[in-house]
């Protein structure tokens, strides 16, 4: 297992366990998917604002963004799983391509 699946597995942990005094995940899940979402949003922009103005930050901020992504993933019930089978079916497809086939 590695350290992204061992995230994840503690985040559903958390949200199952629910005590949102005693952890941070399960204090989001508390707090509804429009949290979450706030949430990853704000994370998404920090890590565009290390990009351009403070690189050596860049990782700290992926971080805490790849954190949120997977706490509003388990929210809405997928997993990193889904993600790399969507990756999968993805590989080998440009991005133009893949893009163009999407429902409008």
Do not use: N, W
Not at 37 to 62: F, R, W, Y
Request: proline letters at 3%.
């Amino acid at each position: 297992m590695d350290m992204l699946d061992r995230l994840e597995a503690t985040i559903r942990a958390r949200r199952d366990e629910g005590d949102a005094a005693a952890s941070y995940a399960a204090s989001l899940f508390a707090r509804g998917r429009p949290k979450i979402a706030q949430k990853l949003g704000e994370e998404a922009v920090e890590t565009v604002i290390a990009a351009m103005a403070q690189p050596d930050k860049i990782v700290s901020e992926a971080a805490d963004l790849m954190f949120h992504l997977i706490v509003l993933l388990t929210d809405a019930g997928h997993s990193l799983d889904d993600v790399r089978a969507e990756l999968a079916r993805r590989e080998g497809v440009s991005g133009h391509d893949e893009k163009a086939t999407r429902p409008r």
